[in-house]
Nanobody, 119 residues
Framework: QVQLVESGGGLVQPGGSLKLSCTAS????????MHWYRQAPGKQRELVAS???????NYADSVLGRFTISRDNVKNTMYLQMNSLKPEDTAVYYC?????????????WGQGTQVTVSS
């Protein structure tokens, strides 16, 4: 069993910052590419940022220059530093990861953490 647990969401004013964390635990040999997704009410889930096991990153155009994805491979933890937050960043943020164990590779999702940007 593998679990992805997100934390760090909350209510923040426009222009503010939040830092999300996602920790993988359980039967893990290697955590490969990790992603942050978000889903706003009435909208489809969208990819926000990705980071490979070697630290290569990619961002959605909407967050480029404002969000920074990082990871600590020793702790099996991924982070999303979100700065200059806008109301349109309001969404449930989900962690997603490809994790290998005992010769198999599976994709896992976290339960999500709510981020609300409002004055």
């Amino acid at each position: 069993q593998v679990q992805l647990v997100e934390s760090g969401g909350g209510l923040v004013q426009p222009g503010g910052s939040l830092k999300l964390s996602c920790t993988a635990s359980g039967r893990i040999f290697n955590v490969l590419t990790m992603h942050w997704y978000r889903q706003a009410p009435g909208k489809q889930r969208e990819l926000v940022a990705s980071i490979s096991s070697r630290g290569s990153t990619n961002y959605a155009d909407s967050v480029l220059g404002r969000f920074t994805i990082s990871r600590d491979n020793v702790k099996n933890t991924m982070y999303l530093q979100m700065n200059s937050l806008k109301p349109e960043d309001t969404a449930v943020y989900y962690c997603n990861a490809d994790i290998s164990y005992s010769g198999s590779l599976k994709n896992y999702w976290g339960q999500g953490t709510q981020v609300t940007v409002s004055s």
